[in-house]
């Protein structure tokens, strides 16, 4: 910690000696000081490793914004190009720790976006709290986030701010899905041994004590480490409570080897919410027909009744435009991740002067917003300090066989009526 004190002292050192030198270089020279405004932004997410679904549409996204602000943000009377820096963090909580203080020592990035679950988020925006660089973070559940890095109630922290919903609203999105079919409301539950497992398992903040109140069962069989490979004595345990609902939050690879092993070892529940891996069609797509009527929370889709701020395309024209150029099917990280960049210029064009760390800061937390996953507001206080919460509703994946194997289709919008159901909640058939 002494290390990063010292570092964070040299460079705000730097960072004053190095404009006031360089407005004393361009005394009589307002030309020369236009033509090299720039502003850096960081951008960390997970390209690589067992969270890549959440980095594939990152190309795409970027290549979209620096498009539309390939002639700069306009700040007053001075115009600034926009320069931004990504970094992979590989899927590890230490290597996102590791490229954001690469970007922030050495790239010296203005301001610092990042995305996908806590494991990226809760890292990038420690290292930024602790060097005094202005953070947006979204997709991740604003819990981990604000708990898990020692966030208090009323104070909250000064320089890291989030966008995105919390755990009350998926269990309660989830809650909804689930009591549109008849159950037996026994449910098994899928915690691994990381941020987001230990938030929605948590016995007094978590899915336990909220799924007693509404009348359901919850076993409970303990974490697990990430990239299991072996959900036998989970599989026996749920099947020993007769559970018909399954739910947890699980990165890709884990769920996919769970369901494998549930459907060799015959359990069959009617039921299956988990949260993380059950969002991305390219997951979903690899599991065949197994896929079909498998249930997650969606926070964002072409059918969201919003707006970039940046390039003004509705959530279906920036969809239809991510199809058209990939070819791929949309995924809901491309309407978060759009975001982001979106709050940042947002921010830029309000800055008293977009260099300066502490200008940035204040804009960003008077920043209120229309975006292209809905209003983004931090003046209101939140749940809780730097927390801005948005729309959250249910969905099933239905086999179609059409382009696209898998339609992600909306089941229970109750918690964001503004959001339309595009059908009814399915049981996944006990004959496969």
């Known amino acids: 910690m002494s290390k990063i004190r010292k570092i964070t002292l040299s460079r705000r050192d730097a960072l004053q000696i190095g404009a006031g030198a360089a407005a004393a270089s361009t005394l009589g020279a307002p030309a020369v000081l236009a033509a090299t405004r720039k502003i850096k932004i960081g951008f960390v997410s997970p390209k690589t490793g067992p969270l890549a679904p959440f980095g594939e549409a990152d190309a795409f996204v ?10 700069g943000v306009k700040v007053g009377r001075n115009t600034y190009q926009i320069e931004i820096i990504e970094k992979d963090s590989q899927s590890n909580p230490n290597r996102a720790a ?9 790239d010296e990035v203005n301001l610092m976006l990042v995305g996908s679950t806590p494991e990226t988020t809760n890292p990038v925006g420690d290292q930024c709290e602790a060097n005094d660089v202005p953070c947006i973070s979204s997709i991740a559940p604003w819990q981990p ?8 109630p009323g104070k909250g922290f000064k320089w890291t701010y989030h966008f995105f919903w919390g755990l009350e609203d998926v269990i309660a999105v989830f809650t909804n899905m689930w009591t549109k079919l008849p159950t037996n409301k026994s449910v098994g539950g899928l915690f691994p041994n990381d941020g987001d497992g230990n938030a929605w398992g ?8 909220v799924l007693a109140n509404k009348g359901f069962s919850l076993t409970d069989p303990g974490r697990y480490q990430n990239l299991n490979d072996n959900f036998s004595n989970y599989i026996s345990a749920f099947k020993q409570a007769k559970s018909e609902i399954v739910t947890g939050v699980m990165i890709p690879p884990d769920f996919i080897t769970f369901w494998n092993q ?6 069959k529940p009617k039921i299956v919410s ?3 891996a059950l969002l991305f069609p390219v997951v979903i797509e690899s599991m065949g027909k197994n896929g079909h009527n498998l249930s997650s929370e969606v926070w964002w889709t072409p059918t969201h009744p919003f707006k970039s701020s940046i390039t003004g395309e509705s959530a279906r024209a920036f969809a239809d435009s991510y199809m058209a ?3 791929k099917q949309w995924t809901q990280v491309i309407g978060f991740v759009h975001a982001l960049f979106e709050v940042a210029v947002d921010v830029i064009s309000r800055s008293e002067d977009p260099t300066d760390a502490e200008a940035n800061r204040k804009a960003l937390a008077g920043t209120r917003m229309n975006s292209i996953v809905g209003p983004i507001d931090w003046t209101r206080g939140g749940p809780f300090m730097n927390v801005s919460k948005t729309p959250l509703v249910g969905g099933q994946w239905r086999h179609v066989n059409k382009q696209f194997r898998y339609d992600l289709v909306i089941t229970a919008n109750e918690t964001a009526p503004i959001i339309p159901v595009g059908g009814k909640m399915e049981p996944i058939s006990q004959t496969d």
């Open 98 to 106: 590791a490229v954001a203080a690469d970007l922030i020592l050495k």
């Open 62 to 71: 970027i290549g979209k914004v620096k498009e539309a602000l390939k002639g």
């Open 202 to 209: 948590d016995k007094k903040l978590g899915f336990p004590p």
């Open 145 to 152: 986030w604000f708990f898990t890095r020692g966030g208090k």
């Open 325 to 327: 150029t990939t070819k």
């Open 274 to 276: 988990v949260g993380k």
């Open 262 to 267: 549930a459907k060799q070892q015959g359990f």
